[in-house]
């Protein structure tokens, strides 16, 4: 491959570890899952997920497209 046809890009640095946490809900992750259809008797359209690092089980949250900050903390 010629010089002129390389790709230009970064040069690649050094591997950064990833940190394993040393107790249970020291790092979580949260995402959501949306545009679900109703289900349930409150017809839920929304999934709240959380993911535990250290334990590394995720948990389910049934919720509504319109739940504010305020509604997610009172359910977790």
């Not at 050094?14 to 959501?32: G, L, T």
Request: aromatic fraction near 10%.
């Amino acid at each position: 491959m010629s010089k002129k046809n390389r790709a230009k890009g970064k040069k690649f640095g050094m591997m950064i570890q990833i940190q394993e946490p040393k107790f249970p809900w020291e790092i979580v992750h949260m995402d959501w899952v949306t545009a679900l259809p109703p289900a349930g008797d409150r017809s839920y359209n929304t999934c709240l997920v959380l993911l535990d690092r250290y334990r590394k089980t995720p948990m389910f949250f049934p919720c509504h497209n319109d739940d504010t900050a305020m509604d997610t903390a009172i359910m977790i």
